[in-house]
């Protein structure tokens, strides 16, 4: 990605990555990630313990993310990426304080849909802002640090959730509440130190796919990402309940398994990003998907090693390959066309999000229990090993 811009500086770039990441932790590990943290909690609450339900809400986030996605890359002329942040953060916020205040499922609902939608404004140009502030060679590193924000999110969920699930009269909409206002500490944050670095945004016709389209690769690297949004929420959305209904972990273990893995998104970003700076990340994604598949097989040992183990990788691939597919756009790309062609793919990402919950809880609704849902993540990441390989040679 070319800025055209003249180096910031170390103070400016570490301001800049904080912030993001800030940014980024609200959008996913808050407002999307911590309902499956949430999910048993809620289930017993409001939706009568159905899974089928609990899948139903999640979807209804994944798809307010998938219109969001639609709707940044159509406006991507009109509406930069610092402010798209800051109207996702608006959105978002708002959806955690309807969401800490839910009295029914309809509620939550609309809640997870300000969320969904507040979460793609965030996130999709998140990437492309930390890269404006790095030297070429750092682009991968840059990406993986953006996402290792949603692994802060993760694990501080998982963490207050234990903390509360342990203390009398603990519930689950307290979560929410103390995530609100973090997401408002991250709004005034974004205003007073994200600045746009970016001019003459073109046109991106509907969702981006106009400017997506002129990239070399783009077809695979849309599938990898389609494959990617399929396989991992069937793992994300349901390991809470994977454990404790079908592993016998107690509440707090599952949560603190729940938060080893998005301790390990922190590192994974960082660490798959900066390899596939240097192997390629056509390789990277090579190797990162059938590894994704061992790693689903292990949890479902319900070993507590093996799972540990399997909750590890996990953690490192869930960062690491959707910041890998990110730097491939940003190599080909500059700091005006970046948005539009990550919204377009993020398209393709948010289709099969808003399946995969769905499809998730009707499965496990149907044998009681998660472990077809578990295999059938393990099988599309195995698919998306192919894509990776059709992309272009030495990319």
Request: with cysteine; hydrophobic share 55%.
């Amino acid at each position: 990605m070319s800025t055209g811009q003249a180096p910031v500086t170390r103070k400016v770039a570490i301001a800049t990555f904080a912030t993001v990441m800030l940014a980024a932790a609200v959008a996913q590990g808050f407002g999307r990630f911590t309902f499956g943290v949430l999910l048993p909690d809620v289930r017993a609450d409001l939706l009568d313990g159905s899974n089928a339900l609990g899948g139903f809400v999640a979807t209804a986030n994944t798809f307010a993310y998938l219109i969001g996605a639609l709707l940044v890359g159509s406006l991507s002329s009109k509406v930069s990426p610092v402010n798209s942040v800051r109207i996702g953060l608006v959105l978002s916020v708002g959806g955690l304080a309807l969401a800490s205040r839910a009295p029914n499922v309809v509620v939550l609902t609309m809640a997870m849909i300000l969320m969904g939608l507040g979460g793609a404004a965030i996130w999709i140009p998140s990437p492309g802002i930390a890269s404006t502030v790095v030297a070429p060679r750092l682009r991968g590193l840059a990406v993986g640090l953006t996402g290792a924000g949603v692994g802060l999110g993760i694990i501080f969920s998982g963490q207050l959730n234990a903390r509360l699930a342990s203390a009398d009269g603990g519930d689950w909409r307290d979560v929410y509440t103390v995530h609100a206002v973090i997401g408002l500490v991250a709004f005034v944050l974004v205003l007073a130190v994200l600045r746009d670095r970016t001019r003459n945004q073109p046109r991106g016709g509907f969702g981006g796919f106009a400017v997506l389209q002129t990239l070399e690769g783009w077809k695979p690297i849309t599938g990898c990402y389609f494959i990617y949004g399929f396989g991992y929420l069937l793992i994300l959305q349901f390991l809470v309940a994977r454990l404790q209904d079908d592993s016998g972990f107690t509440e707090a273990s599952a949560s603190a398994i729940f938060a080893l893995t998005g301790g390990c998104t922190i590192f994974g970003g960082v660490a798959l990003g900066r390899i596939s700076d240097v192997i390629g990340r056509r390789r990277t994604l090579m190797y990162g998907f059938p590894l994704w598949s061992v790693a689903v097989l292990l949890v479902l040992t319900g070993a507590v090693p093996l799972v540990v183990v399997g909750a590890i990788v996990i953690g490192f691939l869930f960062g690491g390959l959707p910041s890998v597919i990110a730097a491939y756009l940003v190599d080909r790309t500059d700091e005006s066309t970046y948005g539009p062609s990550y919204a377009a793919a993020t398209f393709a990402f948010g289709i099969a999000q808003v399946a995969s919950p769905q499809v998730g809880g009707l499965v496990a609704e149907w044998l009681g229990s998660f472990t077809a849902v578990f295999l059938l993540s393990a099988a599309a990441m195995t698919v998306g090993a192919l894509f990776a390989r059709a992309l272009p040679v030495g990319s």
